[in-house]
């Protein structure tokens, strides 16, 4: 079975500055993905970004990018510049591909960060 | 991305009786719907996974039978609370996916109270 975990429950950065959180995970397969979803107080989950395991490089969007560590099974999120917007509670997730077991994802704990002004 | 609709997004009802959430995939077809329930402060638990035309895979220690799951047609899923208890209250959240996506897309939840 997999698991994820995210060891930071709460986090605050200033606006424009950067601030990472933490995921790391646990699987036996070598072929899976990796996600990072934003969930605000409206409580819509929002993917923020992706990352397939087999690519080396790490995936990036805008503001956002990740710090993708297959050997040591960790995949961090870097929020440059943050946002008043970007205050939310963070998920990272895992799922193994489509064919394996559909887009069942296993979530981590959260982060609950605050962009403060 | 694919659009997914939940509703109702909030419902009170009363101890004992039951309540439906229906998730609809607007744009695309869902092979695939999950059921997500969610406490709050915490992380998102997955319930059930519901394939179009087939009963639905329900995870270790979900009741199949208090957490009805219909996913009759390809662009609607239901989840039925049957017989709701406070305990039931909890945001219900759910996913769709189709053969063409590359990742599910998500509903935007429905809180539930059961008084």
Known sequence: AQTVTQSQPEMSVQE???VTLS?????????????WYKQPPSRQMILVIR??????????????????????????????????????????AFT???????????????TQLTVNP | GAVVSQHPSRVICKSGTSVKIECRSLDFQATTMFWYRQFPKKSLMLMATSNEGSKATYEQGV???KFLINHASLTLSTLTVTSAHPEDSSFYICSAEGHLNTEAFFGQGTRLTVV
């Open chain 1, 23 to 35: 995921c790391t995970y646990d699987t036996s397969e070598n072929n899976y993905y990796l996600f």
């Open chain 1, 51 to 92: 990352q397939e395991a087999y690519k080396q490089q790490n995936a990036t969007e805008n503001r956002f990018s990740v710090n993708f560590q297959k050997a040591a099974k960790s995949f961090s999120l870097k929020i440059s510049d943050s946002q008043l917007g970007d205050t939310a509670m963070y998920f990272c």
């Open chain 1, 96 to 110: 193994l591909p489509r064919e394996t077991s559909g887009s069942r994802l296993t979530f981590g704990e959260g």
């Open chain 2, 63 to 65: 009741e199949k039978d």
């Open chain 1, 16 to 18: 424009a500055e950067t």
